[in-house]
Every structure is written in structure tokens, then in C-alpha cells.
């Protein structure tokens, strides 16, 4: 190993957090060649890490047999000692880009459980920049099946996520190879990140789920937490929506939907919405109201997904805004 490799390596063997304290002390132009090094390194062997340890007099403490580099580790370096802005600058310069977005193309095109079984052992950054390229119906489908201590840190990734080399996949592809004897049909990749899609993904997971989620990551990180929250669409939140908007709303609403929708909800969300409709509409609504009956859950759930689905489409068609302050709600 030359010097260079050897700096680099050390940099991974001592840990992220001691790295970057020590990242901090190089100019631009050092810091390029050794992040350059480092991601080169995706292992380090057994044998390897004697010797250094040797040469460098430091006591490493983790034991492992090898130690996991690449570039997951070399943004997570980075970013703590220069910033994400900066991090990803530098490795967009030291590491050129490969051709894993191919990999995640073929990623996109299997079934959840296929993807889910290619990266359960992956790292909660590489998770979430995969499930960043999937259609969010798809990435709720996989939510579930990871451990339920990975999923609020592979969220509060997603929601802050920040421009990322697509070389943080090729471990994953490599063994995607092993898996899928030949490539898929290539198609059009989105990419989705940052507090709204973050809020789009926790909808469409299972109630109490969602909620999990979002509470460990207003632990952890209270300013994200609430950036999602205030992104996030529930049928309580329709108690926020100005009046005007919530007008806009019903007008594309069945009756019977609204009937079975308010079937146990919130008394505020019955004032919101009885208070947004005119005296007539209000009147037969009640009616539709005690003309149901009793109903199944599941009939109300589906009827306020349908609610809420009206609301999102008219708020990406710009004509009303869900991320309203708390509405007054005036009782007529």
C-alpha cells in the first residue's frame, strides 16, 4: 500500500466520528486524494488491518475481521467534518460516476419482497437512497418487512436526503447480478426525497406504523420531524384547511363518501366540514349520515383515503394548499 491507500485506510480502520476530526485538518486538495482512496476501499481484510494497526500504534476497538468502507462510509466521513453541501461536492469530484444507476433501474422493475431480500442487510443510508428511486406504493411495501428499529433511521435518511453519488449502490448491484440472469427493460427513473416524500411514504404505511415512525424521528431530530409532519395529509388534518379550500374539496366529494368518512370521526372535523358547506348540503349530509347505519371500519378508512386523495390531487393542480396554518373553525 502506498501512503496514500495506507492514510486512507487508517481513516476508515479509527471509526466516522475520529475521521472526521482528522478530515478537518487537510486543504480541498488533500482531502480529494484520500476521499478518493477510501471509496476505492470497500473492504478492508483481516491481514490488512494488522499491519496498520502495528504501523500506526492505534488500539482498534471494533474487532470485526473487516471493516465496511466505500462510499456510504466516505460520505458519512465527510459530511461530518465539511458539511453534506461540501461533501457531496468533493466526492462528486474525487469519485466519478458509475453505471450503478442500472442496477437501480433493474431494482425498480421487481417486486417488493425481491428488493426487500437484496438490501435487508444494507446499510439505512443505502436503503433509503435505493427506496428514493421506487415508486412510494412499492417503498411502503417494503417499509414493513425491515426491522422496526431500521425503519424511522431509513425515513429520517430519505427526508434528509441530499445529492448522492449512485456509486453508494454497487455493492447492492453486484450481488443483484447473481440474482437476475438478465437486465430488465429500461425505463424513466424519479428520484424522491427530502420532508415530502418522507411524508408520502409514512401515509401510506399502516396507521400506528406511520406514527412510530414519525415520533422516533421527532426524538432523534425535532426540527425533521416537524418539516414531515407539516407535510403529511391525515383525515384529522382536514380541521386545518381554510374554509375556501375545504369548499374546493367537498365539491369533489360523494356525498356518501363524506357520510361514511365522518362515521366516528373527531368532533373538530365534523365542525370543519359541516361549517364549509351550506345549510342545505349540511342538512342532507346528516341525513346520509343516520341513513348508513352501522358500517365496517374498513368502509370509512377507504372512504377517507378517497377524501383524502381529492384534497392531494387539487393541491398538485395548485388549486388549493394543504400545508395551511391551523384553520379557524366557525360553528354555524
Do not use: W
Request: a negative charge; proline letters at 4%; charged letters at 25%.
Amino acid at each position: 500500500m502506498t501512503k496514500l491507500q495506507k492514510a486512507a485506510a487508517f481513516m476508515i480502520l479509527i471509526g466516522a466520528e475520529s475521521a472526521a476530526e482528522l478530515l478537518k485538518h487537510f486543504n480541498d486538495s488533500e482531502t480529494d486524494n484520500i476521499v478518493c482512496e477510501m471509496a476505492k476501499l470497500p473492504m478492508i481484510d483481516h491481514a490488512s488491518q494488522c499491519a496498520l494497526m502495528e504501523e500506526f500504534t492505534i488500539l482498534i476497538t471494533d474487532g470485526h475481521v473487516s471493516a465496511l468502507g466505500g462510499i456510504p462510509y466516505t460520505r458519512l466521513a465527510l459530511e461530518l467534518a465539511k458539511g453534506a453541501a461540501a461533501a457531496a461536492h468533493i466526492l462528486e469530484r474525487a469519485v466519478p460516476p458509475s453505471s450503478s444507476i442500472d442496477g437501480v433501474r433493474e431494482l425498480s422493475t421487481m417486486e417488493a419482497r425481491q428488493i426487500f431480500n437484496l438490501i435487508k442487510s444494507e446499510q439505512p443510508q443505502t436503503i433509503a437512497f435505493i427506496v428514493s428511486y421506487l415508486d412510494i406504493p412499492k417503498a411502503a411495501e417494503i417499509m414493513p418487512l425491515l426491522p422496526a428499529e431500521a425503519r424511522a433511521e431509513v425515513v429520517q435518511r430519505l427526508a434528509d436526503m441530499e445529492p448522492t453519488p449512485t456509486e453508494l449502490v454497487s455493492k447492492v448491484m453486484r450481488n443483484l447480478n447473481k440474482h437476475t440472469g438478465e437486465r430488465q427493460k429500461q425505463q424513466a427513473l424519479h428520484r424522491h426525497g427530502g420532508a415530502e416524500a418522507a411524508a408520502h411514504l409514512l401515509n401510506r404505511l399502516e396507521s400506528a406504523t406511520g406514527k412510530s415512525i414519525l415520533m422516533k424521528i421527532e426524538e432523534r431530530n425535532p426540527t425533521l420531524g416537524s418539516a414531515i409532519r407539516r407535510k403529511m395529509f391525515t383525515f384529522d388534518d382536514f380541521v386545518r384547511v381554510s374554509p375556501s379550500d375545504l369548499q374546493r374539496i367537498l365539491r369533489g366529494v360523494e356525498t356518501r363518501d363524506m357520510a361514511l368518512a365522518l362515521k366516528s370521526s373527531a368532533e373538530p372535523v365534523k365542525i370543519a366540514i359541516f361549517s364549509a358547506m351550506s345549510k342545505r348540503a349540511a342538512d342532507g349530509l346528516r341525513e346520509e349520515m343516520e341513513m348508513l347505519g352501522a358500517v365496517r371500519l374498513k368502509e370509512v378508512e377507504a372512504a377517507r383515503d378517497r377524501m383524502i386523495a381529492t384534497a392531494r390531487v387539487l393541491e398538485q393542480e395548485g388549486e388549493i394548499n394543504l400545508a395551511a396554518e391551523e384553520a379557524d373553525v366557525v360553528v354555524q
